[in-house]
C-alpha cells in the first residue's frame, strides 16, 4: 500500500553560515489544509550532512525536480556533503531564508522550520512556507525517474539504500521525546 505513495521527486536545499548543501528528499508531505499559510513535514535522515545544517539554520527550500533533472538525482543523492560541494556546479538563486533554489527545477518552497519531531532514524521538521514559485515544466516522481535511470546508478541507488535500511533499523526505536529548539541565529520566528 505504501508503494502506491509516490511522492514528487525532491532536492531538500540549505545554507548554514557560509556552507549550502542539498540532498534527494526521504520524504515530503503537506501538512496544512489552510492554503494561504501552508506547511509541509520534511523528512532528514540524522546520518546525512543536510540534517545538521538545518538543524543549525532552522530553514530550507524544497526543490520539485523537472523531469530533465534526473542527473541530480545522482550529484545530490550519491554522495555527502560532508566530503564534497555538491552545489558546485549545481545553478541556484538564494531564497527569501537564503537556502538555494535550484534552477530549471519544476518548482520550489522557500521555508523555515517551525518544529521537528525525533523518529530514531530521521528528523520529521514541520516547515511554514514564506516563498513558492511554480517555473513549468513537468514535474519528476519516483516512479517515473527509477526506471530512466542507467542501471549503475539504479544498482548503487539500490546498494545505498540497503545500507541506509541497516541504519534505519538500528535506530528508529532510539527516538528522543524532547522537543525542537529553534537554534539561536535561526530564521526569526
Known amino acids: 500500500m505504501l508503494a502506491g505513495l509516490s511522492a514528487p521527486l525532491a532536492a531538500v536545499s540549505v545554507r548554514s553560515g557560509d556552507v549550502v548543501n542539498a540532498q534527494i528528499a526521504v520524504a515530503i508531505t503537506a501538512a496544512s489544509i489552510v492554503l494561504h499559510r501552508p506547511r509541509l513535514i520534511v523528512q532528514i535522515y540524522h546520518t546525512n ?46 531564497g527569501v531564508t537564503g537556502s538555494p533554489l535550484i534552477e530549471g527545477s519544476y518548482g520550489h518552497l522557500d521555508c523555515r522550520v517551525v518544529n521537528a519531531m525525533d523518529g530514531g532514524d530521521m528528523t520529521a521538521f514541520l516547515v511554514e512556507v514564506l516563498s513558492a514559485r511554480t517555473n513549468g515544466g513537468e514535474r519528476m516522481t519516483w516512479r517515473d525517474a527509477h526506471p530512466r535511470l542507467p542501471q549503475h546508478w539504479a544498482d548503487e541507488w539500490d546498494r545505498k539504500i540497503a545500507g541506509e535500511i541497516e541504519v534505519s533499523l538500528a535506530s528508529m526505536g532510539q527516538v528522543d521525546p524532547a522537543a525542537w529548539a529553534n537554534p539561536p541565529g535561526a530564521w526569526p520566528r
Not at 527550500?61 to 556533503?81: C, K
Not at 555538491?86 to 538563486?93: A, D, E, G, I, L
Open 49 to 94: 550532512y543536510t540534517h545538521d545544517l538545518i538543524a543549525a539554520s532552522g530553514v530550507l527550500a524544497v526543490n520539485f525536480l523537472d523531469r530533465e533533472q534526473l542527473p541530480l538525482i545522482w550529484e545530490l543523492g550519491m554522495r555527502s556533503g560532508r566530503d564534497a560541494d555538491k552545489m558546485r556546479q549545481v545553478p541556484y538563486t538564494a
